[in-house]
């Protein structure tokens, strides 16, 4: 590979992470509030549909966490595995995260 191309997975991986770390936080204080409320998963579900802030907000976090994963995991099988084609599973797990987190969004709101 490239030294470009790593410089540029690096600095990806870097900006994903700084994405995603403000969103897990906010992640988990809503679920704490959620369960400390005695909220029910309807309740909750009622909450969020149709709304474009939750669902952007999300969309957003699946979109980070599968360009981090991703990147992770090529670099993982390159440096564990003899396998030539890590960056084409790294892709193709990026790509399944995503339709399926996109998925699982568009379910909610």
């Not at 994405?19 to 579900?45: F, K, R």
């Not at 440096?79 to 998925?103: Q, Y």
Request: with cysteine.
């Amino acid at each position: 590979m490239s030294g470009r191309l790593e410089v540029w997975l690096f600095a990806a991986q870097r900006l994903s992470a700084m994405i995603l770390a403000p969103l897990v936080l906010l992640h988990l204080a809503t679920m704490i509030y959620a369960v400390q409320d005695g909220l029910s998963a309807a309740e909750i579900l009622g909450r969020t549909r149709g709304s474009v802030f939750w669902g952007g907000l999300y969309a957003l976090f699946i979109a980070a966490a599968s360009v981090h994963g991703a990147i992770g995991l090529r670099a993982v099988l390159r440096e564990w595995t003899p396998l030539r084609g890590a960056g084409v599973v790294a892709m193709a797990f990026c790509v399944a995260i995503l339709a399926l987190g996109w998925r699982a969004v568009a379910a909610i709101t």
